[in-house]
Nanobody, 126 residues
């Protein structure tokens, strides 16, 4: 079991930056995939960024070059640094984790994780 608690959301103007944090507790470890997905009203979940086993990262095309995922293993904390924010980035952002052998890139892109936090709202105004 993994518990995830996000913080750091808020409202910014287009072009601004935010950093989301996610405190993880429970059975965390290198066997877990850790990442972020988002969901805007009326839209499907969208995987945003992920750290896969052994530290490599992957991003949705829509955020490449603007968002950076990182983790501090000593603090069991996951981060999402978001820069050059756009109104279309407005959504509820969820920290998420998964350890299933079947977890795949497709799972990530769909935001289909086994565990997730309660979410933090990000609103970007034009």
């Amino acid at each position: 079991q993994v518990q995830l608690v996000e913080s750091g959301g808020g409202s910014v103007q287009a072009g601004g930056s935010l950093r989301l944090s996610c405190a993880a507790s429970g059975s965390t470890g290198s066997r877990y995939y850790m990442g972020w997905f988002r969901q805007a009203p009326g839209k499907e979940r969208e995987g945003v960024a992920i750290i896969v086993k052994y530290g490599s990262t992957n991003y949705a095309d829509s955020v490449k070059g603007r968002f950076t995922i990182s983790q501090d293993n000593g603090k069991n904390t996951l981060y999402l640094q978001m820069t050059d924010l756009k109104p279309e980035d407005t959504a509820m952002y969820y920290c998420a984790a998964d350890s299933r052998p079947s977890f795949s890139l497709f799972s990530f892109l769909k935001g289909d994780f086994g565990y997730r936090g309660q979410g933090t709202q990000v609103t970007v105004s034009s």
